[in-house]
């Protein structure tokens, strides 16, 4: 079965801190996401990377960085938490093969 | 741009009855995959069934079909003999063909869904 884990599943952050969310797959997937979901508007893309070092921004990528440094591992950096960055954030892979996305549990981030 | 649209916030049903979800989805493109992911309180993400654009039969997994119709790019999702494990959030989603599942999904907003016992 195709694992995807998340560092934490809640984090608290203040405002101006710089956060770190990992993500890492165990399947060997060439591609990995990473997306924000609030209640009444679903799931919307930050990033995605289809290799190591390769990344492309998604639909809503302002205040959001990441870094693919290893293919196994993605990770999703906030430069400077907002409060309106308070969301779950989700992590997913998938190969180019089955194109559907395996997804971690999920990282509830609250800034405050 | 694609977008997805359901329409249903939230919809209850009695154990045991069936019930269909509605998706709506709007693209240019002929081949494309259409998702129907299952989220529990757990908020594990899980794929519930999965469709090819370019397949006419729709797809079934055990008590979840779908009812594909491409002319009028709708997905709706059916559940036969509802479970009170099937209360969770339902997101129906598109992905481009092109690309090799690079890019990323268009999800809609959800549907709650609530099986009563």
């Known amino acids: 079965d195709v694992k995807v884990t998340q560092s934490s599943r809640y984090l608290v952050k203040r405002t101006g801190e710089k956060v770190f969310l990992e993500c890492v797959q165990d399947?060997?997937?060439?591609?990995m996401f990473w997306y924000r979901q609030d209640p009444g508007l679903g799931l919307r893309l930050i990033y995605f990377?289809?290799?190591?070092?390769?990344?492309e921004k998604g639909d809503i990528p302002e205040g959001y960085s990441v870094s693919r440094e290893k293919k196994e591992r993605f990770s999703l950096i906030l430069e400077s938490a907002s409060t309106n960055q308070t969301s779950m954030y989700l992590c997913?892979?998938?190969?180019?093969?089955?194109?559907?996305?395996?997804f971690g549990p999920g990282t509830r981030l609250t800034v405050t | 741009a694609q977008t997805v649209t359901q329409s249903q916030p939230e919809m209850s049903v009695q154990e045991a009855e069936t019930v269909t979800l509605s998706c709506t989805y709007d693209?240019?493109?002929?081949?494309?995959?259409l998702f129907w992911y299952k989220q529990p309180p757990s908020r594990q993400m899980i794929l519930v069934i999965r469709?090819?654009?370019?397949?006419?039969q729709n797809a079934t997994e055990n008590r979840f079909s779908v009812n594909f119709q491409k002319a009028a790019k709708s997905f709706s999702l059916k559940i036969s003999d509802s479970q009170l494990g099937d209360t969770a959030m339902y997101f129906c989603?598109?992905?481009?063909?092109?690309?090799?599942?690079?890019?990323?999904?268009?999800f809609g907003k959800g549907t709650h869904l609530i099986i009563q016992p």
């Open positions: 469709q090819e654009a370019y397949k006419q």
């Open positions: 989603a598109f992905g481009m063909y092109s690309g090799g599942g690079a890019d990323g999904l268009t």
């Open positions: 399947m060997d997937h060439e591609n």
């Open positions: 990377s289809y290799d190591v070092k390769m990344k």
């Open positions: 997913a892979s998938n190969s180019g093969a089955t194109y559907e996305q395996y």
């Open positions: 693209t240019s493109e002929s081949n494309y995959y």
